[in-house]
C-alpha cells in the first residue's frame, strides 16, 4: 500500500494518497487499500469517538479488550482497562488518573472460567478499588459485588438508595425459586440473615453463628398473620391463628437475676407441656403461665404472698391459680 508514497530531495516521506470514505471516518487497512471505517467516527472539534453499528438485527458494536500471555491465564491476569485522567492543581499540574475500570481473570480452569471486574477511584493521593462484580464469591456464594472503602477509612462502606425529587427509592431483593436475604459477615464469614421465606410468604432473622432463626413473621394469608420467637422459618402455626404472638420451645432459665430487664423464654414443664415463663429483676422468681394454671415459684421469697392477701408457707414453695399439676 506504500507504492505512491515517495520520498523528495530532502529525504522527507511525503503521500499523494487522499482520503478514504467520508468526512470524520477513522481510516484503516481495508486489504491492503485505504478505506474509511463507517462505523468509526472522531468528532475534532468535541473531542468525541463515536462507535456505531448498522444492521438490522439485535447485536450492536463492542469494544474488544483481548489479553495473552502467549500461554494459559492465571488468577489476576489484567484482561484489560479503562483509565480516566487529568490534573491537578499543583504549581506545576500533575497527570493524575483519577479513576479506572478493569477486568481480571478470576478462575481460568477450563470449563470452569469466571472473571470479574472493578472500579478503582483516587482517594487521598492512592487509587483503591471501591467496587468490585465477581462470579463466584466466598463460602460458595454465587455471583456478588463488593462495595468497600478506602484502606484508611474509619468507618465501613455506604449503599445509598437515592430518588430525585418525590420519589421513593427501594432496595429490591428477588429470590424468585428462592428465599430472598440479605447477608451480615464480618471478614466474610456469615454472622446474621434477614430474609424472606417463599414457603410462608415470611419474614425472619436468623443467626448463623448459633444456627437459630430469631424471629420470624409469617404470612401465609390475609387472615393468617402471626410473629414466632425463636421458631425455623417453617414452624407450624396452628389453622386459625391470625395476629399471635408465639415463643417457641426451647429456652433455657437464667441462672442469674437478670438486671434493669425481664426475662421470658418458653420450655417444657414436662414432656410435652410448653410453658412461658417470666422473671423480673426482684430476686430470682418466675411467673409461668400453661396447662390452664398462673404458677408463683418465689425461690427466694420467705412467705407467697399477693396483693391484699398473704398466704404463709415455706420459703420457696410453689402457689398455683387453677388447674393444679
Given at each position: 500500500m506504500f507504492d505512491n508514497k515517495i520520498f523528495d530531495n530532502a529525504g522527507t516521506l511525503t503521500a499523494n494518497v487522499a482520503a478514504a470514505g467520508s468526512d470524520t471516518q477513522i481510516q484503516f487497512n481495508d486489504g491492503g487499500s485505504f478505506a474509511g471505517a463507517s462505523g468509526l467516527l472522531y468528532d475534532k472539534t468535541n473531542i468525541g469517538?463515536?462507535?456505531?453499528?448498522?444492521?438490522?438485527?439485535?447485536?450492536?458494536?463492542?469494544?474488544?479488550?483481548?489479553?495473552?500471555?502467549?500461554?494459559?491465564?492465571?488468577?489476576?491476569?489484567?484482561?484489560?482497562?479503562?483509565?480516566?485522567?487529568?490534573?491537578?492543581?499543583?504549581?506545576?499540574?500533575?497527570?493524575?488518573?483519577?479513576?479506572?475500570?478493569?477486568?481480571?481473570?478470576?478462575?481460568?480452569?477450563?470449563?470452569?472460567?469466571?472473571?470479574?471486574?472493578?472500579?478503582?477511584?483516587?482517594?487521598?493521593?492512592?487509587?483503591?478499588?471501591?467496587?468490585?462484580?465477581?462470579?463466584?464469591?466466598?463460602?460458595?456464594?454465587?455471583?456478588?459485588?463488593?462495595?468497600?472503602?478506602?484502606?484508611?477509612?474509619?468507618?465501613?462502606?455506604?449503599?445509598?438508595?437515592?430518588?430525585?425529587?418525590?420519589?421513593?427509592?427501594?432496595?429490591?431483593?428477588?429470590?424468585?425459586?428462592?428465599?430472598?436475604?440479605?447477608?451480615?459477615?464480618?471478614?466474610l464469614s456469615e454472622k446474621w440473615r434477614i430474609g424472606y421465606n417463599i414457603t410462608n410468604a415470611g419474614l425472619y432473622l436468623n443467626s448463623s453463628v448459633s444456627g437459630y432463626t430469631v424471629l420470624s413473621v409469617t404470612h401465609e394469608s390475609a387472615t393468617k398473620q402471626n410473629i414466632v420467637f425463636w421458631g425455623p422459618t417453617n414452624t407450624t402455626i396452628p389453622a386459625t391463628a391470625n395476629k399471635n404472638l408465639f415463643v417457641v420451645n426451647g429456652g433455657v432459665a437464667p441462672t442469674a437475676v437478670p438486671v434493669d430487664m425481664t426475662s421470658l423464654w418458653c420450655a417444657d414443664y414436662a414432656a410435652g407441656d410448653a410453658r412461658l415463663s417470666i422473671m423480673g429483676e426482684k430476686n430470682t422468681n418466675t411467673l409461668t403461665l400453661g396447662a390452664g394454671n398462673v404458677l408463683l415459684r418465689p425461690d427466694t421469697m420467705a412467705d407467697d404472698s399477693v396483693s391484699g392477701e398473704t398466704f404463709v408457707g415455706t420459703a420457696g414453695e410453689d402457689l398455683a391459680w387453677g388447674d393444679v399439676v
Open positions: 469517538l463515536t462507535l456505531s453499528r448498522v444492521a438490522d438485527d439485535a447485536l450492536g458494536p463492542a469494544f474488544v479488550f483481548q489479553q495473552s500471555r502467549g500461554a494459559a491465564g492465571q488468577v489476576g491476569d489484567v484482561l484489560g482497562a479503562i483509565s480516566f485522567k487529568g490534573y491537578n492543581d499543583n504549581a506545576t499540574p500533575e497527570l493524575i488518573e483519577y479513576a479506572q475500570i478493569n477486568s481480571t481473570i478470576r478462575y481460568p480452569n477450563d470449563g470452569g472460567e469466571g472473571g470479574s471486574i472493578s472500579f478503582k477511584f483516587m482517594q487521598a493521593g492512592t487509587l483503591e478499588e471501591y467496587v468490585r462484580f465477581n462470579v463466584a464469591g466466598p463460602s460458595g456464594y454465587s455471583t456478588y459485588f463488593d462495595f468497600k472503602t478506602y484502606s484508611g477509612s474509619p468507618v465501613g462502606p455506604t449503599l445509598r438508595i437515592y430518588a430525585e425529587g418525590n420519589n421513593g427509592g427501594a432496595l429490591v431483593v428477588d429470590g424468585r425459586a428462592g428465599d430472598g436475604v440479605i447477608i451480615l459477615s464480618q471478614e
